[in-house]
């Protein structure tokens, strides 16, 4: 039976649209699984030995004996080349009249080298990259919340050609601009509308929800779980949270770290085995730079496998036609065995 | 220089990033050009003879000796065999908790198939043809407006397999929801906003800035105009709309629709030629069935070419990077002649 499922955050309806899943050519991606593992690209920005391609790093984790901007590193963060917008100016509001009004694009954006192997995606490798990956999530998103100018940090992953990567490299981006953006601010009055009338985090309630249920589980430790939300707009759609109530990515502590990677590292491998390494993007919505949402505001991550295209329908109404049941979804990688 | 500017409507910021055009490998798509057309496909659903492979039609511009569901038209529109959305239930919104609201999915779906050609996009056909797509869009849209469970009615165009076409037969598409979608709302408030401000259309105060800094304008004739908006999300993100006042795409009347298709079909064409064809969605955003708007709002097209891939960060916070400055894209389309 066709259904609409409302976003209980954002209040916007989905229809899962099981019907759909029946229609012809329904266009499905793959990210090329190189057969052979490939180390090293000699052309590559992000491979070791290959140091000078970038701008200087701002973090690095090496060996106590290496140099900055040379080999000998497990991971690395560095201004992105082609910055969308840059910390040279500031951001003030120019009104050449009401309808035309603009700034300097004030902001950062930066690359982090999730490791010096240039082929082994992020769910490939061991469980200590995986928590340093998350470490450096974390160190950088408070060095640059220090910036007066920035208002938001959005840290974001693309994986494979579809979903947007021009660097085959496995790395993530942190993008910090001068406004708290459309969806963050949707997702703070919605959260803050659900703690006014009912006192509760409603983030907190979907999880007490999600565990009762079940049905929507897809993998959880004793402090994160990973599910497929109610109101999923896209098949496969997955959010990763902590169990406890935290507003901000950046308070994650160490023993934190440890249990998050576990959570998320098993959450990649499960849709990467069970859907043969689709491309996908996450990001990370955690609390603004400059703004208290602790109360009503819960930091988490949401994955969305590029598995369908955002068409017509989508770009002119906000909604989405999913094709697929979330119930489904979650039942399936549930069962994918991790080696 | 970086800049950002800001949506006059929507109050949504835009990154307009010249310096990311430098990025490696920037992907670009084309639409395979048929280098022979084909007129007739014996598999497929929306060529001429196949009639008896879609639901019956509930339009078509026919000749007068043919039977309905029989060859001998130029325009059939048909319900949609995968139909999202359907009329069979009531919309009746079941909440088993706060979290889990839900209801039947009821709506309708339809395509309008634009020509029996199997193989000549939009931009090919004459003149008399694209007005009848035109035409087919106004009167689908005033007998779906019936409906009593319909709240709003999205015609909408996806043009090749990147832009979410499972099927080639050129057509356009019809879906009307039983709620307001996200983003029409968005535009209502802010149009009103702006109305209750100044007491003027934004959209007509738009056209007249257009009208005179005559640097974004595509195309234009005594009654309508394309151009690309100030704060395009997108490269070659391009506009049509009505130069008089007007909410209604219903209400455009003949003459209206011969001056409007004269506009589409070149606008279309410059597209077609000076991108080489490249995949695009297009929607019409008008008032809704069941909601008096005409004092501030004011009907339009969106057509989005689909040159880049929106990834994590547009995702993730709903905010556009767009890598091309709108004054050129609509100097180059500006200058491509029409043959």
Redesign the interface.
Known sequence: ??????D?I?K??V???T??A??????TYKVDMQENEVPYEKNCFFCSENEYMTPPEVLAYRNYNSKPDSSGWTLRAVPNK?????LNQE?HIKQE?????????TGTSEVIIESPHHSKCLSQLDLDQVADVLRAYRDRYIAISQENAVK?I?L???HG???????THPHS?I?A???I????A?EFTGAND?FES?GRC?YC??IK?ELKERSRIIYENDHFISFAP?ASKTPFETWIMPKFHSAKYQDLNEEQILYLSEVWKTTLFKIYKGLENPPY?????TSPTQKNTDRYYHWHV?L?PKL??????E?????Y?NIAIPEDCAEYLREIAVK
Chains 1, 2 share one sequence.
């Open positions: 039976m066709p259904e609409m499922r409302r209980p954002t916007n309806w229809i899962i649209a019907e759909r029946k229609r012809p050519e329904k266009p082609f910055a969308a917008l840059n951001f009249n009401s309808l035309q009004i603009s700034s300097y694009a938001y959005l974001f992953r693309n050609a579809q979903a947007g990567t021009s660097i981006q993008i601009t001068p406004v953006p459309p969806k963050i949707e659900y009912t409603v309630d979907m929800m109610y993007n996450y990001f990370i919505h949401e969305i369908t295209i955002a068409a017509g329908f770009l002119g109404t906000g909604m036609i």
